[in-house]
């Protein structure tokens, strides 16, 4: 006789789109809950950066990889994998508030036999849009809700009784609100969903995604600041990470100079602040340094997009243990405040990327080799003229690993550091 395995309680399921760095911190704070009776079924959306890896290293039995992605058809097909009396979907980017938020969810559960499905609360950054931040503010309350005729859930953050969604399937013909076509049709089957305030995560992107802001919202949110207790969340800190450095003396004719000063600045050894796993040096010229395991030269080629491509595959191991790269450039100015400003502003908004930047305001002519122009020749006064925003990255950008693997330092998403 086959022996039948145990039905585990909860099934965990994240979506993932590369979001490496989002889904080791979900995944750390998914391992430390009180509550131990789960499994987590990972749903990638043929992700390029190293999500696999990191999701082997996390020991994850359930790893699917599909290719199109259809929220609808991504979660019934979690719901296909699972046994579980339960099934939680969580984004890769809600991080739980703390060890009881998966115990919290179960007991509320079955407390309320009557509901077939509850959300939890979200809790927006210091990073996140001031938009995204008052609509968490506004639907994510302390006391719980119960809906019986206005329908409403969020799948970011919300758990199901397996059984109710075997039978009753999301909608795969939609690109977004399948949670809530979903709750929807519950309120017309006469089905009760709930909310609960004692399952917290936080959210960066908030329940709409707003991409622009406003001045009211901005001033909204700082009168509502001090609602929020950020001091526990420690992902936003800079020594949470680890950091791997690529310095770049390609063109420096005195590079030891730098290196040293650099390396004195940075203390790899022993920086009480920042993490430093590796330092990367781009040089052509010979250096001896000491036999540091952390150090590790590299001969440049013409091409420094190249040259950061051959980084990430020649060590392609040590991105699963490295979060971001700081790059520096020798020609560039920089101490230890630059750079822990530059750390600190990068970790404390959540930011994929940050650089140093400046404003030139005034008038100016931009010509484009191809042809065509931008014109700024009003004489105005200064509180009217345009600026340019100038990166200043050869002191100091700082981003997620995965950017050596296209090849760049900073992109449109990048944050800028005035």
Same mark, same amino acid.
């Given at each position: 006789?086959?022996?039948?395995?145990?039905?585990?309680?909860?099934?965990?399921?994240?979506?993932?789109?590369?979001?490496?760095?989002? #889904?080791?911190?979900?995944?750390?704070?998914? @391992?430390?809950?009180?509550?131990?009776?789960? &499994?987590?079924?990972?749903?990638?959306?043929?992700?390029?950066?190293?999500?696999?890896?990191?999701?082997?290293?996390?020991?994850?039995?359930?790893?699917?990889?599909?290719?199109?992605?259809?929220?609808?058809?991504?979660?019934?097909?979690?719901?296909?994998?699972?046994?579980?009396?339960?099934?939680?979907?969580?984004?890769?980017?809600?991080?739980?508030?703390?060890?009881?938020? #998966?115990?919290?969810?179960?007991?509320?559960?079955?407390?309320?036999? *009557?509901?077939?499905?509850?959300?939890?609360?979200?809790?927006?950054?210091?990073?996140?849009?001031?938009?995204?931040?008052?609509?968490?503010?506004?639907?994510?309350?302390?006391?719980?809700?119960?809906?019986?005729?206005?329908?409403?859930?969020?799948?970011? $953050?919300?758990?199901?009784?397996? *059984?109710?969604?075997?039978?009753?399937?999301?909608?795969?013909?939609?690109?977004?609100?399948?949670?809530?076509?979903?709750?929807?049709?519950?309120?017309?089957? $006469?089905?009760?969903?709930?909310?609960?305030?004692?399952?917290?995560?936080?959210?960066?992107?908030?329940?709409?995604?707003?991409?622009?802001?406003? &001045?009211? @919202?901005?001033?909204?949110?700082?009168?509502?600041?001090?609602?929020?207790?950020?001091?526990?969340?420690?992902?936003?800190?800079?020594?949470?990470?680890?950091?791997?450095?690529?310095?770049?003396?390609?063109?420096? #004719?005195?590079?030891? $100079?730098?290196?040293?000063?650099?390396?004195?600045?940075?203390?790899?050894?022993?920086?009480?602040?920042?993490?430093?796993?590796?330092?990367?040096?781009?040089?052509?010229?010979?250096?001896?340094?000491?036999?540091?395991?952390?150090?590790?030269?590299?001969?440049?080629?013409?091409?420094?997009?190249?040259?950061?491509?051959?980084?990430?595959?020649?060590?392609?191991?040590?991105?699963?243990?490295?979060?971001?790269?700081?790059? #520096?450039?020798?020609?560039?100015?920089?101490?230890?405040?630059?750079?822990?400003?530059?750390?600190?502003?990068?970790?404390?908004? @959540? *930011?994929?990327?940050?650089?140093?930047?400046?404003?030139?305001?005034?008038?100016?002519?931009?010509?484009?080799?191809?042809?065509?122009?931008?014109?700024?020749?009003?004489?105005? &006064?200064?509180?009217?003229?345009?600026?340019?925003?100038?990166?200043?990255?050869?002191?100091?950008?700082?981003?997620? $690993?995965?950017?050596?693997?296209?090849?760049?330092?900073?992109?449109?998403?990048?944050?800028?550091?005035?």
């Amino acid at each position: 006789m086959v022996k039948k395995s145990r039905k585990l309680k909860v099934s965990i399921v994240i979506r993932n789109k590369n979001e490496a760095k989002w #889904l080791k911190i979900v995944l750390k704070k998914i @391992s430390i809950q009180t509550f131990k009776d789960f &499994e987590i079924i990972f749903i990638d959306n043929d992700s390029d950066d190293n999500s696999i890896d990191i999701a082997k290293k996390f020991k994850i039995k359930k790893i699917f990889k599909q290719k199109k992605y259809i929220p609808g058809r991504f979660l019934n097909f979690g719901v296909s994998k699972s046994y579980s009396e339960y099934i939680i979907f969580l984004s890769v980017h809600c991080i739980p508030l703390n060890k009881n938020w #998966l115990k919290n969810f179960i007991n509320f559960m079955d407390n309320n036999k *009557n509901i077939v499905a509850a959300y939890g609360k979200q809790i927006p950054l210091p990073g996140t849009n001031s938009k995204n931040s008052l609509d968490m503010n506004l639907l994510f309350r302390d006391k719980p809700v119960y809906h019986y005729k206005d329908p409403y859930i969020s799948n970011a $953050n919300s758990i199901y009784r397996t *059984n109710n969604l075997k039978k009753n399937k999301f909608n795969e013909s939609v690109g977004n609100i399948e949670d809530r076509l979903w709750a929807m049709k519950a309120c017309k089957r $006469n089905e009760v969903i709930a909310y609960t305030g004692s399952s917290e995560v936080y959210h960066l992107h908030g329940v709409h995604q707003h991409e622009n802001e406003s &001045e009211r @919202s901005r001033s909204t949110m700082k009168l509502l600041r001090n609602n929020y207790n950020w001091t526990s969340c420690d992902f936003i800190r800079k020594n949470y990470f680890n950091y791997s450095i690529v310095l770049n003396c390609r063109g420096d #004719l005195t590079p030891i $100079n730098k290196i040293k000063k650099l390396l004195k600045i940075l203390n790899l050894k022993r920086n009480k602040y920042v993490n430093f796993r590796k330092i990367f040096i781009l040089s052509k010229k010979k250096i001896i340094l000491n036999n540091s395991k952390k150090l590790n030269k590299i001969q440049p080629s013409k091409n420094l997009e190249k040259d950061l491509k051959n980084i990430y595959y020649s060590f392609y191991k040590e991105w699963i243990d490295t979060d971001f790269v700081l790059y #520096l450039n020798s020609k560039g100015t920089w101490s230890s405040n630059t750079i822990n400003k530059l750390l600190s502003h990068n970790s404390n908004f @959540s *930011n994929n990327s940050t650089c140093y930047a400046k404003k030139f305001v005034g008038n100016f002519i931009v010509n484009f080799p191809e042809g065509g122009q931008i014109e700024s020749l009003k004489l105005e &006064e200064r509180e009217k003229k345009p600026y340019l925003t100038i990166l200043n990255w050869a002191n100091g950008s700082v981003f997620e $690993n995965d950017y050596l693997r296209k090849g760049i330092t900073f992109d449109k998403n990048t944050k800028l550091l005035f």
